[in-house]
């Protein structure tokens, strides 16, 4: 087949297309992922053809999540809109990149490729890593809609509620253009053409079990993340600092943007000297302290499969990729959530007794002697035992190859 993935958002969100891709490929099959330029490498290093979608990455990031709070611009739904406004061409793009292909996949965003799906007829599939279908089960909104109640239920439909109002104007707009009825804010995304949408979940049921309401045409699949260890030489430096001391902590945030990461970093800097904990900081804005205390290393990027192996705890922003690997791994999790899905994972921790309960930079609550607190909890052994054993469960996770063998058993 011809496959064209649709994917816009940050590295976190853009790499497991990539290896979905590779194995796809693998199989005989033609992929190609539709995302930004600035991704462009990463795609066709790994073999896979690239489709030019215009946008930016650290836009989109911030517009939509971490500097939302307290600015009228782009606060609630008028965050997307301002993306739509300020890029024009997504039509054409998203248009060009569906040209020759068989079959969509897209995530978030990238359902704005459904509305030339349904124009050409192309089959597509849905994926998530989040719940993302109605539940009781799990709360997008966290505790404004507890789990178990009709409320947390209902928050799924708003949510797809709120995405139409932000996009109406710009849908239809499109689907004037592809001659398609009018899109209205009750329409959904779950089906095209009155049939129900494959969907995929990327992420593992030890972590968060399927809801058994579920219809057979979702699908938990796993992370989808790389299965080998990538060829990795560390700095001499580095080995030496994890050679020379007690196993360190890893914090890093990943691609996230957010206008007070002075301040986050200072608090974490004064709660680390606090604890006396040592610890890895991985793409650490650069504050004029990096030398002051010996007990901290920094790096840029290194690959997470080894890294972790190498530390006691992980600290980072809640993403579905960081915080599967470092479950995986056996690692005990504090979670620092800037948006999105990251406060759901964050939440999860806590519930599994993975981790302490996390942390919300959007309610202002980051200060030293809350994350003194939590690097001190980190220490508990109930994290490092049940870390372990779901880590040794999700190594049944099928992940990629699982999802290409539904992808496969569905569309030949």
């Known amino acids: 087949m011809n496959i064209t993935a649709f994917v816009f958002g940050s590295t976190g969100d853009v790499f497991p297309f990539i290896v979905l891709g590779k ?47 307290g ?20 039509y054409r793009d998203i248009k060009n990149a569906c040209e020759g292909t068989e079959l969509i996949i897209y995530m978030q965003f990238g359902a704005l490729a459904y509305h030339f799906a349904e124009k050409y007829h192309i089959p597509c599939i849905r994926t998530f890593v989040y719940p993302s279908d109605p539940t009781r089960q799990y709360s997008v909104l966290g505790k404004v809609m507890p789990r178990n109640t009709f409320k947390c239920e209902l928050g ?17 707009e499109w689907r004037k253009r592809l001659g398609l009825r009018k899109w209205h804010y009750l329409s959904s995304y779950k089906k095209i053409n009155r049939e129900q949408i494959l969907t995929l979940y990327q992420y593992s049921s030890y972590l968060a079990p399927r809801d058994l309401k579920w219809k057979s045409h979702i699908h938990i699949t796993g992370p989808w993340i790389e299965s080998k260890e990538k060829c990795y030489k560390p700095d001499p430096n580095l080995l030496h600092f994890l050679q020379n001391g007690e196993e360190p902590i890893y914090i890093g945030f990943g691609s996230m943007m957010y206008s ?31 030398n002051t205390n010996e007990k901290i290393y920094y790096v840029d990027y290194i690959p997470f499969q080894w890294l972790f192996k190498h530390v006691k705890a992980v600290v980072h922003h809640g993403g579905s990729g960081t915080t599967h690997l470092g479950v995986r791994m056996g690692k005990p999790t504090l979670v620092i959530a800037f948006g999105a899905d990251q406060l759901f994972w964050g939440t999860q921790i806590e519930m599994l007794n993975l981790g302490p309960a996390p942390l919300n930079v959007q309610t202002g609550e980051i200060k030293t002697d809350i994350l003194i607190e939590r690097f001190e909890a980190l220490k508990e052994e109930k994290y490092k035992v049940n870390a372990l054993k779901i880590g040794k469960l999700m190594e049944k996770d099928g992940g990629v190859r ?3 063998d539904i992808i496969e058993s569905n569309y030949k």
């Open 23 to 69: 194995e796809l490929k693998r199989r005989g099959h033609n992929y190609a992922v539709a995302t930004f330029d600035e991704f462009r490498n990463d795609v066709e290093r790994a073999g896979l053809t690239y489709k030019y979608v215009e946008g930016n990455m650290q836009f989109m990031m911030s517009t939509l999540l971490t500097e939302r709070k």
């Open 156 to 172: 799924y439909r708003i949510g797809a509620l709120c995405m139409n109002i932000a996009s109406i104007e710009t849908v239809n």
């Open 71 to 90: 600015d009228k611009k782009t606060d609630g739904l008028n965050g997307l809109k301002q993306v739509l406004m300020k890029h024009k061409n997504l």
């Open 402 to 404: 699982e999802a290409c």
């Open 260 to 290: 007070k990461m002075p301040q986050l970093q200072k608090a974490i800097l004064e709660a680390l000297k606090h604890t006396g904990q040592r610890a890895i900081l991985s793409s650490w804005s650069k504050t004029g302290e990096e």
